[in-house]
Nanobody
Framework: QVQLEESGGGLVQTGGSLRLSCAAS????????TGWFRQAPGKEREFVAQ????????DYARSVRGRFTISRDNAKNTVYLQMNSLKPDDTAVYYC???????????????????WGQGTQVTVSS
């Protein structure tokens, strides 16, 4: 089993920045990719970004590309999501998720992930 714990959420004004962290513990060697998803009130959970174990494969949702940066520190078993130029539309609960390797995965879909954190709230005020 792998446990994931998000931190770094909070309240920020439009144009501000936050850095989310996702700390993994347990059998972290079994995971291959880590993703961030978010769920706004009344909406379905959506993909935000993902990073693979070697960090040479990054992927972002169109809505955050150029503003958000995902990175990882394998020595700390932690994945980060640096969020800049935040907008009210970015308000959501942000979840990190970890996936084992399987052929053909895009790592953009919820059901491709095996482990989930509890989420951290990000609120962007206008």
């Amino acid at each position: 089993q792998v446990q994931l714990e998000e931190s770094g959420g909070g309240l920020v004004q439009t144009g501000g920045s936050l850095r989310l962290s996702c700390a993994a513990s347990g059998r972290t060697g079994s995971t291959y990719a880590t993703g961030w998803f978010r769920q706004a009130p009344g909406k379905e959970r959506e993909f935000v970004a993902q990073i693979r174990l070697s960090a040479n494969s990054l992927d972002y949702a169109r809505s955050v590309r150029g503003r958000f940066t995902i990175s990882r520190d394998n020595a700390k078993n932690t994945v980060y999501l640096q969020m800049n130029s935040l907008k009210p539309d970015d308000t959501a609960v942000y979840y990190c998720a970890a996936a084992q390797y399987r052929i053909g995965k895009t790592y953009r879909l919820e059901d491709e992930y095996d482990y989930w954190g509890q989420g951290t709230q990000v609120t962007v005020s206008s």
